[in-house]
């Protein structure tokens, strides 16, 4: 089972809308000529003239006129630009700013494209970008203790004492952008800690502006543990080096404390980057730092010398991108001492990343980190399990984090996931089930009016041995093959006569659009996984094929021969 987005309440508003190219049976890239012969394929079959019975006369005037607006539109350069931008609805806006005949398909698009980027851009500015990060440290270490306390008397040796677990410090932070212009942005923004019972908090206020892709400028204002003001700066050097710096004036009763940071950095290759940052001021340092990215791997390995510690850090990412997973490792040696961290970090919805970690170290211990990100918002949990390095606290951290997610995902998460769906999927065909009865109707009436045609293909690949539709059926996934037409679910759909009617030559040829909007068809199960099973002779050797909806498809091929017969 996928990641399915549980948080996200968007319907699929394009589910049940016209597809021109599909309903053609003709790629998106297809030259005038070919939508051209699509057409008069069509107008053959659901020409009215073609039809004596008033009732199949009526019919094919509905379907004729569907093709030919499916013509009109796509032989027309213009119209086919605003369809393939905006599809039925564009085509539909009266007084659209961007319909002008003097204009060319590309200008249409670029014009377009414009318009959409200045839209959201105004959204941009009428919402606010609010950013969090909550941190609680647990203090646990006295499940691990390996020391006794052999002081105690005879008499209280047997009682059971639990253990004493506490949050020993917290953190809050908070920021929300408000965009002045397209190159102005305020930020405001706030903290607050407290550990053993001590604390203390800040309120900053920033306005950043942009003079070009190339440099920035940002000033802050922080009022909390002593106002401060900073001046930070970016500038893109050459098209290898770029400068990001700043400088900070704190306001003590002492007097005025500056500090001073600056980044040089050297794009190396298209996944390297070098860093030299330079700090002065109350901590004083050097360091440097090599950074490579690639699509699978990400490395990391940074030299620190100054105050308060030195130290050597390698960092190494593996991207699993099927799973959306990564696997993580960190190593830390400097004067503090050293440490070791690995972990996992898991894509667990659309908008939501959980991580963990297990850090020992001396003279830290063992630490467990628990990580939530969901969206701008980030949820750290360090637990502090033991301050020696035993193997108990490092297994339990390394095994019971795997075994609640484990447990959690396929007890709680995954059923949740799979009856949001099932309800989705209800509502939208609660949705569209007056359009889905519209389409079934449209669809059996393409099918009725296909029965001349059919009959005369069918007869014509039979004198040839050529190709003959035997059984075709459309709908959602299903595992039983021998399925007759008395017993299909409202889910599946027969469609072996447009699908020979598709025959051209001995040849079908499919494109990758969706095949509910092929004359004929229509999608019998909205938003579910749908497949095209086609049993077929060409040259009186049986052949099968299922296919994707969405999937192009070429019959005969000789890799779909069978011993069916």
């Not at 998106?28 to 051209?36: D, P």
């Not at 105690?152 to 953190?171: A, T």
């Amino acid at each position: 089972m996928g990641n399915v987005d549980f948080e996200s309440g968007e319907e699929n508003a394009n589910e049940n809308e016209e597809d021109y190219y599909a309903f053609l049976n003709i790629s998106r890239e297809a030259s005038k000529e070919e939508i051209s012969n699509a057409y008069r394929r069509l107008s053959r079959v659901y020409h009215p003239d073609k039809h004596v019975v008033p009732e199949l006369k009526n019919k094919a005037e509905i379907l004729f006129n569907k093709t030919k607006k499916a013509y009109e539109v796509l032989s027309d350069p213009h119209q086919r630009a605003i369809y393939d931008s905006l599809g039925v609805k564009g085509l539909e806006t009266e007084g659209w700013e961007i319909v002008q005949r003097m204009k060319t398909p590309a200008e249409i698009r670029a014009e377009y494209e414009q318009l959409a980027e200045e839209r959201a851009e105004r959204l941009k500015q009428q919402r606010t970008n609010p950013t969090g990060n909550v941190t609680i440290a647990v203090n646990a270490t006295d499940l691990f203790d390996p020391y006794e306390d052999l002081s105690l008397e005879d008499e209280y040796q047997g009682d059971f004492n639990f253990p004493n677990i506490e949050v020993s410090s917290m953190q809050f932070s908070q920021s929300i952008d408000f965009p002045l212009t397209q190159k102005d942005t305020c930020t405001l923004s706030g903290q607050l800690h407290t550990q053993n019972g001590v604390g203390g908090g800040g309120v900053n206020c920033s306005w950043r502006h942009i003079f070009s892709h190339r440099s920035w400028a940002e000033v802050e204002m922080t009022a909390g543990n002593g106002p401060a003001l900073s001046f930070r700066g970016f500038r893109t050097l050459t098209n290898r080096f770029f400068l990001n710096g700043g400088t900070v004036l704190q306001f003590t009763p002492e007097g005025i404390r500056p500090g001073l940071v600056s980044t040089l950095a050297m794009q190396i290759d298209k996944h390297s980057v070098g860093y030299l940052t330079y700090h002065g001021g109350i901590r004083s340092l050097v360091s440097t730092s090599f950074v490579r990215d690639t699509e699978l791997n990400t490395f990391n390995f940074a030299i620190q010398v100054g105050l308060p510690h030195s130290h050597v850090t390698f960092n190494y990412t593996r991207k699993i991108l099927s799973q959306e997973l990564k696997l993580k490792l960190l190593i830390k040696i400097g004067t503090f001492g050293g440490l070791v961290e690995y972990g996992a970090e898991k894509k667990v919805s659309k908008h939501s990343n959980l991580s963990f970690a297990v850090a020992v170290g001396v003279p830290t211990g063992v630490k467990l980190k628990i990580k939530l990100t969901r969206a701008s918002q980030v949820y750290n949990f360090p637990i502090h399990l033991c301050e020696e390095v035993i193997p108990a606290p490092i297994f339990y951290a390394t095994v019971v984090p795997i075994v609640v997610y484990t447990v959690v995902k396929k007890g709680v998460v995954e059923p949740f996931l799979k009856e949001q769906k099932a309800r989705k999927i209800e509502k939208q065909k609660q949705n569209n089930l007056n359009k889905l009865l519209e389409r079934r109707k449209e669809a059996l009436a393409a099918q009725e009016l296909m029965m001349a045609t059919y009959n005369r293909i069918k007869s014509d690949e039979e004198n040839k041995n050529g190709l003959i539709i035997l059984k075709a059926i459309y709908g959602k996934l299903f595992t039983d093959r021998n399925i007759r037409a008395d017993e299909m679910s409202h889910e599946i759909i027969d469609v072996t006569v447009p699908v020979q009617c598709l025959v051209k030559d001995s040849k079908i040829v499919l494109y990758e659009n969706t095949k509910s909007q092929l004359p004929g068809f229509f999608d019998p199960a909205i938003g579910e996984d749908k497949l095209l099973y086609i049993v077929y002779t060409f040259r009186q050797q049986p052949h099968e094929v299922t296919t994707q909806d969405n999937e192009s498809l070429r019959l005969p091929k000789t890799s779909h021969r069978t011993n069916i017969t």
